[in-house]
Nanobody
């Protein structure tokens, strides 16, 4: 499975962005998926996760109420809608997938990773 993330950019605090992650080379519809992020000098941290059918989601406390994870299996695409962005959201955002269809909360639970997309939020 190959994952391609896009949609990052430079925005001001309070703005919105929508990240996309397109999957190819496998059965996208059976994958559990997630988003992680990594800021300079920091460890990769969990942002959000979604089950294979979109029926179950979970968010990090730092983004709850501002970010929404979703997926369209017909388009082999997962999304992360990010609203009310803050400077502390600045990071490289990675999409990831696991073959068993479940949600995952740590990097070690995932099998496939995209290349990352930079999100920079200015104050």
């Amino acid at each position: 499975v190959q994952l391609q993330a896009s949609g990052g950019g430079l925005v001001q605090a309070g703005a919105s962005l929508r990240l996309s992650c397109v999957g190819s080379g496998g059965a996208f519809g059976i994958l559990g998926m997630g988003w992680f992020r990594q800021a300079p000098g920091k460890e990769r941290e969990f942002v959000a996760t979604i089950s294979w059918n979109g029926g179950s989601t979970y968010y990090a406390d730092s983004v709850k109420g501002r970010f929404t994870i979703s997926r369209d299996n017909g388009k082999n695409t997962m999304y992360l809608q990010m609203n009310s962005l803050k400077p502390e959201d600045t990071a490289v955002y990675y999409c990831t997938a696991r073959g068993d269809g479940y949600r995952g909360f740590t990097p070690n639970e995932y099998d496939y990773w995209g290349q990352g997309t930079q999100v920079t939020v200015s104050s």
